[in-house]
C-alpha cells in the first residue's frame, strides 16, 4: 500500500468526529473505486459472447460436416466448449479473458463451466476431499440448485393449468 493510501485509511481511521469520518470514508472510498464506462464494458461483452457463440457455431457445423445429426452435433458442441472452458480455466487464460469481456463469457456455457472449474482450480492445495471435493459448487451450485428448483416450480405450475384446461 503506498503511503497516500495508507495516510488516507489513517484519516479515516483516526477521526474522532463521526460525521467528519463519514465523509472522509466516503471520499476515500470515491478515490479508490475504480472507473468504468457501461458502454465499453456492454461492447466488449457483445464481443467477447459474440466470438464465444460464434465458435460454438463453428464446431456445430464443423461436426455436422464429419456427418453427425443436427441434434448430435449441438450437443459434441456443448461438451467441446466445457472442455476447452475448463482447460483454459486450468491454465489461468480463461480469467484474462472474463476481465475483459465481463458479462460476455457468462452468460454462454462456457461461463458455467469456468464457475465450476475455477474453485477446484483455486482450493486444489487443500486436497482432493476438503479443497477440491468441498469447493468445487461454491459459485455453481446455487445456479444448479436454483434452476432445477425453478424448472420444477414452473413445470408443476404448467400441469395444473392444463390439467384445469387454461392452456
Known amino acids: 500500500m503506498s503511503n497516500q493510501k495508507r495516510s488516507s ?3 479515516v481511521v483516526n477521526e474522532q468526529d463521526v460525521q467528519k469520518r463519514n465523509q472522509n470514508y466516503n471520499q476515500y472510498v470515491k478515490e479508490i473505486t475504480p472507473k468504468f464506462s457501461i458502454a465499453k464494458n456492454t ?33 459434441y458442441n456443448t461438451l467441446t466448449l466445457v472442455f476447452l472452458s475448463v482447460l483454459l480455466t486450468g491454465l489461468g487464460i480463461y480469467q ?16 458455467f463451466a469456468n464457475s465450476v472449474a475455477a474453485p477446484a482450480v483455486e482450493y486444489k492445495k487443500e486436497g482432493q476431499v ?6 468445487i459448487f461454491t459459485i455453481a451450485g446455487p445456479v444448479i440448485l436454483y434452476g432445477i428448483f425453478s424448472t420444477w416450480l414452473l413445470g408443476l405450475i404448467y400441469y395444473l393449468l392444463k390439467q384445469f384446461g387454461v392452456v
Open 9 to 11: 485509511v489513517s484519516n
Open 96 to 111: 484474462k479473458i472474463a476481465k475483459f469481456g465481463g458479462a460476455g463469457t457468462l452468460v454462454p456455457i462456457t461461463g
Open 130 to 135: 476438503f479443497g477440491i471435493g468441498c469447493k
Open 43 to 75: 461492447i466488449k461483452a457483445f464481443v467477447v459472447g459474440g466470438i464465444i457463440c460464434t465458435i460454438g457455431q463453428g464446431f456445430t457445423n464443423y461436426y455436422m460436416y464429419l456427418g453427425a445429426d443436427e441434434e448430435l452435433a449441438k450437443s
